[in-house]
Nanobody
Framework: QVQLVESGGGLVQAGGSLRLSCAASGRTFKYDMAWFRQAPGMEREFVVG????????YYADSVKGRFTVSRDDARDTVYLQMNSLKPEDTAVYYC??????????????????WGQGTQVTVSS
């Protein structure tokens, strides 16, 4: 029922910034949203989550202070502002959605809907 499309990835030098967008085809009100990323040969890992209420956000330690998530429910879009990018941030970034769920936002298996991913490459 929900289709997610990410955009905004690209190649950037270390220290630079990118803004990712995740547009949903259906209404995402009452959906928790999250960003995950997957580097080559690695497991897909949690980056940041925001519940449907927007009452708080939860970041992986590796991106805390550098990345900022926000959601615009009027546009059914979630954004990920990435600043001070590092080469280790290089990965395919995926947007994910789930219905209002009491489990931790970091739980990958709890997300039913996924985008196709957008590549972020940070050069040193």
């Amino acid at each position: 029922q929900v289709q997610l499309v990410e955009s905004g990835g690209g190649l950037v030098q270390a220290g630079g910034s990118l803004r990712l967008s995740c547009a949903a085809s259906g209404r995402t009100f009452k959906y928790d949203m999250a960003w995950f990323r997957q580097a080559p040969g690695m497991e897909r890992e949690f980056v940041v989550g925001i519940p449907w209420s927007g009452a708080f956000t939860y970041y992986a330690d590796s991106v805390k202070g550098r990345f900022t998530v926000s959601r615009d429910d009027a546009r059914d879009t979630v954004y990920l502002q990435m600043n001070s990018l590092k080469p280790e941030d290089t990965a395919v970034y995926y947007c994910a959605a789930r219905k209002d769920d009491s489990r931790t936002l970091t739980l990958k298996a709890s997300y039913l809907y996924w985008g196709q991913g957008t590549q972020v490459t940070v050069s040193s």
